[in-house]
């Protein structure tokens, strides 16, 4: 499946953006969607996924409260609400396709079919 990320860009602390990623297959409601990002120096890690039912989304714990995953099958769409950005979530964002969403731990890189380009996401007043 083919992936095409969109919606970063420069907001402030505290502010809000809405990252997109449309799907080009016709049978995208059999992946589970997800978003890892990457910050400068640091290893890219799994902010949050969203099965294919749309059911039981998964968060890392840095943005629990903050941050809305959801779908839209019909559309081949999935979005990441971002809310009260902080100086920890600058970075690119990348949206995946795989099998499923972690229960409890850590998203697993491995487990990625596969991945969009990045869309920078930049906090700064």
């Known amino acids: 499946v083919q992936l095409q990320a969109s919606g970063g860009g420069l907001v402030k602390p505290g502010g809000s953006l809405t990252l997109s990623c449309a799907g080009s297959?016709?049978?995208?409601?059999?992946?589970?969607i997800g978003w890892f990002r990457q910050a400068p120096g640091k290893e890219r890690e799994g902010v949050s996924c969203i099965r294919g039912s749309g059911g039981s989304p998964y968060y890392t714990d840095s943005v629990k409260g903050r941050f809305t995953i959801s779908r839209d099958n019909a559309r081949n769409t999935v979005h990441l609400a971002m809310n009260n950005l902080k100086s920890s979530d600058p970075a690119v964002y990348y949206c995946?396709?795989?099998?499923?969403?972690?229960?409890?731990?850590?998203?697993?890189?491995?487990?990625?079919?596969?991945w969009g380009q990045g869309t920078l996401v930049t906090v700064s007043s």
């Open positions: 297959t016709s049978t995208f409601n059999d992946y589970a």
């Open positions: 995946t396709a795989g099998p499923g969403c972690p229960l409890r731990g850590n998203m697993d890189i491995g487990r990625v079919h596969s």
